[in-house]
């Protein structure tokens, strides 16, 4: 409204700037016209100054224009704070750093397995052996599991910048998958092969469209990964591993899609399966992700200070809240944030390890945890 009072008063007003005077008097009447009264009736149009006749002249009223007013289009994205989340340029890529990878990899496999898997020369076993001592309950083993993962993998995730100071980056990363990936295979084990020793609370495996259902719940839950999970070689500290703060991709949707997915899987399987095994190792993987939840943001928040304050109030927690209330907008092409290599990648292994469930249980079922 600002703008347009201040473009009448420029249109409307005198071309020509008054000549000062000694005298002050009054305006006298101009092509016998007087300000006063009109002996006869006047044109309408003789009022209008005369560049209002031209086409090519024309006031324009601008919507939303009024002072104090940014120009920026609601509509647009804002520019980016964050990192472009499971970006993946193939001509950026070192083939020895993949080489490494793929070494390292195959060592860490080797060395899991005979220091842990392997129950003759391991100590996969004798772990599960002590922890079942605490009870005859397996959901009660089940959620001790769960809980010497989650200190030991959220514990030495908070002390990441401390160790890191004393150890350096890669050499904590080593130390960090060293310990817990061990504790999560055994979890994984005990679960799979414990799954259906529980109490029955629920038989819903036979109704039509549960199957349906839960296989897509599970599918979904994959693709709800945390971005930082893509980038292998900082997984296996071939690259030094950073914290970086993602705001693209699924970032958009939810500021901690691995908490969503872990809910989405958690009440999938508690669906199909249906007893109280189930149940207790939702609640300790839930309970887990929702400690995250709060330990990722304030870590966040420390590391990285003002910029994670923008990219919170730009994304949420419970999924699409911000699309909803408008503090996210997404971009005409959001679709092309998914049609990645790394999320092909994941959907492949997706439909593999459904296809390769049987394997799996059948590998747990022989290591008799």
Known sequence: MAT????????FSSPR??????????????????????????????????????????????????LGETDSSPEKPLPLVGEDSAA????????????????????????LDVVWIDNSTGFGKAFIDSVSTLSDSHEIVMLALILIFATVHSGLASFRDMGEKLLGKRAYRVLFAGVSLPLAVSTV????????????????????????????????SFLLLYPSTFNLLEVAAVDKPE?????????????????????IWCLAHAIWIGNSVVVAASIGLIGHHL???WNGDRRLAVRHGEA?????????????????????RLPKDYYKEFIR???????ALTLGAYFLHPVMRAASFRLHW
């Open 88 to 111: 993946f340029d193939l001509g950026t890529q070192s083939i020895v750093s993949w080489v490494y990878f793929t070494v390292v990899l195959g060592v860490v496999l080797f060395v």
């Open 291 to 293: 400690f995250g939840v």
């Open 308 to 328: 994670f304050e923008v990219v919170k109030k730009r994304t949420s927690i419970i999924p699409f809240a911000a699309i909803l209330d408008g503090r996210q």
């Open 4 to 11: 347009c009072l201040v473009l009448a008063n420029s249109l």
């Open 17 to 66: 700037p008054l000549k000062p005077t000694a005298k002050k008097h009054h305006l006298q009447p101009t092509s016998g016209v007087s300000l006063v009264q009109f002996p006869k009736p006047i044109d309408s149009t003789f009022l209008k100054p005369h560049f209002l006749h031209s086409d090519s002249c024309r006031i324009r009223f601008l919507p939303k224009a009024s």
């Open 189 to 220: 084990v005990y679960f799979i092969n414990h799954r259906y020793d529980g109490v029955q609370l629920w038989q819903l495996q036979d109704v039509p469209g549960v199957h349906q259902l839960v296989w897509l719940s599970n599918f979904i």
């Open 243 to 263: 914290m970086h703060l993602w705001e693209t991709g699924i970032m958009r949707i939810t500021r901690h899609p691995q908490m969503v997915g872990q809910v």
């Open 341 to 347: 290599l790394p999320y092909l990648s994941i959907t």
